[in-house]
């Protein structure tokens, strides 16, 4: 059987988890920082919150920038559920932006269209979240030139896009956002088992994402209301949660990241590939933008436009063994939040798209299986 996306384990990521479970300290202790810290590095900016998933970072982000009952947030419908729980958690309300076909990016012009429109009603979302899509940078550029222009917030989903680049900076440096958030579960570019980190250039804003991944408690005097003192005392000031990473976690997550810029290289190339096999076959993977390169997360192409066309390569696949996926199911599809609008563009994507096998251990002669059996399915494009 071949997975769609599988986790790479090495021996030395084994030896730094052993390392810090028989250490002093399973979780609040020196390592945490250290994983921070080297998420700074690596993407450029200030300040770095670790938490235990992504979903817990969106929360806090959504949070720290004051997201409250009767204000607004916008995403892209074709990403995880995670990005729009968010808002709900906040007891926000939640719209979805259209995308564009090519890249399932948002589009920008939809983004422009609908923010004209809320204008004019009094309806502006207070954040947006643009999805870094299957690894892709979204056109931060234009949206933070929005953002400006009417006020929001950006939150950058890059569960998918750690290690991307966008006009040759590192995703998660947050030159165009307010925070940007990643995920390093399993079948992420670089794992803690579960895990997350919040990246922003604000020290404000990190404050109070620190206050809440750990029960809005400090031990910081100068942030406490009493000054009763004693060097037992702690404060709770905020109403927070326990979304603490452990250090196990993050020992796990500092060895995974010194392979994350070899990572991504060995996704690349399995992506320029799988784009030579493809060719000539009737099928079209992702636009990728000159300004920007992936992390190549996922491996996307759309089938042609013919009835239950995906759905038949989806079984014919699964019947060969090769485990494809479906990214995602427009989001105001789903039973929840049935109320939503329905979106042209993400609905007609949603038809289309398949994932493929993509993780950087899979080997030549299952990336062969992949391309040929698709290839067999689906056919050559007609001359
Ligand atoms: C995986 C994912 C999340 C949630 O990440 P967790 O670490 O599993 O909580 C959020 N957004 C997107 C786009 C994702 O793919």
Known sequence: ????????????????????????????????????????KYTGARYSVAVNSCTSALHIACLALDLGP??????????????????????????????????????????????????????????????????????????????????????????????????????????????TVFSFHPVKIITTGEGGAAMTN???????????????????????KNKLGGLWYYEQIDLGFNYRMTDIQAALGISQLKRLDQYILRRTEIAK????????????????????SSAYHLYVILVGEGKNKREKLYNYLYEHNIRVNVHYIPIYRQAYYSNSDTLKVADMYYQRTISLPMFTNITTSELNTVVDNTTKHIGLIRQ
């Open 1 to 40: 059987m071949i997975p769609y996306g599988r986790q790479d384990i090495t021996q030395e990521d084994i030896d730094a988890v052993v390392r810090t479970l028989k250490s002093d300290f399973l979780t609040q202790g020196p390592v945490i920082p250290e994983l921070e810290y080297k998420l700074c």
């Open 202 to 224: 604000s020290s404000k804003l990190a404050e109070k994402m620190s206050l809440l991944r750990t029960h809005g408690i400090t031990r910081d005097p100068v942030k406490m």
């Open 273 to 292: 590939w799988y784009d030579k096999k493809f060719k000539d076959v009737a099928v079209t993977p992702l636009m990728q933008k000159s300004d920007r």
């Open 70 to 179: 009767g204000d607004i947030l916008w995403t892209s419908p074709i990403s995880f559920v995670a990005s729009a729980n968010c808002a709900l958690y906040c007891n926000a309300t939640v719209d979805f932006v259209d995308i564009n076909l090519d890249t399932a990016l948002i589009s920008i012009e939809s983004l422009k269209e609908k923010l004209e429109y809320a204008e004019k009603e009094g309806k502006l979302p207070k954040i947006v979240i643009p999805v870094h899509f299957a690894g892709q940078p979204c056109n931060m550029e234009e949206i933070h030139t929005l953002s400006q222009q009417y006020g929001f917030k950006i939150i950058e989903d890059a569960a998918h896009a750690i290690g991307a680049k966008y006009q040759n900076n590192p995703v998660g440096n947050c030159l165009y956002s307010d925070i």
